[in-house]
């Protein structure tokens, strides 16, 4: 218990961060309260963060996030602001949200290597968990194969998440510069790269990635539409690890993932 209360005096400033003041958010700043911990509130109405002496003192940023964030652009826009600033200070964050938001939220602007997400409905036993430095239990988020989608058409690339999410975590970026932003963050275990793309194209993406060493050896495996022999040797000699047809069943891609992804 000793050991415990001093991680939590580390940490005893906490900023809530949400759109709106909720019952749920209530409970988690009384929980708080009584684990010994100072709490400001910070929302859209009252959005000032709060100033400390970072060499003396330690933050730690809860973002509580709104239902169906990705339908409401003024909160979304709100919370990408909020998020850079709060990033700058390297500060740690937990963010509480939806599942179903995780994978388009880490595709958009979180950066999921240094935050720690929980789902809702929120057991605060895990909350307590991560605010005094310990670990969720095994199986809160079971770790899976990190795939990365890349194509410029939302519908279809979160068509392939739902096909495919049970079995990979995914992550889905809608341009060939938001991939090498992404992926400079995030390690994945494989790309689903879309060949024909404006602005930067899939051959483009690729020839980026075979530059980096951190990417280098990241397997790649094209998307295309057009499945003609010529288009298909078009693709090969670009040597990804493979290519897909974008008319193939959930299927056949999941046996193809099941083969390829190590």
Known sequence: MIEEKKKVEKRKNVVIVMCKYSVVVKGIERKLTEMG???SIVTQENEKIPK???EKEERLFILYLPNKIMEDMIQ??????????????????IVIGDQWDREDLAGSFFDMTSIK???RPLKMEELELLITGGHLPEGVHKSKKHILIVDDDPSYA??????????YQVSIVTAGIQAITFLAKNPVDMILLDYEMPVVDGAQVLQMLRQEPSTQNIPVIFLTGVGDKEQVERVLRLRPT?????????????????????
């Open 37 to 39: 911990c100072k709490v």
């Open 52 to 54: 400390y002496d970072t």
């Open 76 to 93: 979304y826009n709100w919370l990408e602001n909020i998020y850079t600033t709060i990033d700058k200070m390297k500060s740690e964050v």
């Open 117 to 119: 997400w929980l789902d």
């Open 158 to 167: 979160k068509m392939v998440r739902e096909w495919i999410k049970d079995h």
């Open 242 to 262: 493979g290519y897909i047809l974008k008319s193939t069943t959930k299927e056949k891609l999941l046996d193809y993932l099941h083969t390829h992804v190590k």
